[in-house]
């Protein structure tokens, strides 16, 4: 089955950077878009970054010249770096893909900027 997971959250100052891993399996990563989402407490689910097969990239604007986002088809893998943080990108970021009309997410990862 489809099983997406996350990892790299924590506690970071403002200013700082991390970098979000998401380890895919179940299907064929390489030909699938791959995407993050973040959502805040009380707040919406956001798209924050999106690349496709052929490696294309989008970006909110909300996080474009900050956070990169990027895949390793060898590893079935999708990354999301993300520099000078702001308190404002405090948030559970979810990894994402789509499948035959279905949407499949992992199940979320913890990002805190704070001082």
């Known amino acids: 089955q489809v099983q997406l997971v996350e990892s790299g959250g924590g506690l970071v100052q403002p200013g700082g950077s991390l970098r979000l891993s998401c380890a895919a399996s179940g299907f064929t990563f390489s030909i699938n878009t791959m995407s993050w989402y973040r959502q805040d407490s009380g707040k919406e689910r956001e798209l924050v970054a999106t690349?496709?097969?052929?490696?294309?990239?989008n970006y909110a604007d909300s996080v474009k010249g900050r956070f990169t986002i990027s895949r390793d088809n060898a590893k079935n893998t999708v990354y999301l770096q993300m520099n000078s943080l702001k308190p404002d990108d405090t948030a559970v970021y979810y990894c994402?893909?789509?499948?035959?009309?279905?949407?499949?997410w992992g199940q979320g990862i913890q990002v805190t900027v704070s001082s």
């Open positions: 994402k893909t789509r499948l035959r009309a279905a949407d499949y």
């Open positions: 690349i496709s097969s052929g490696g294309n990239r």
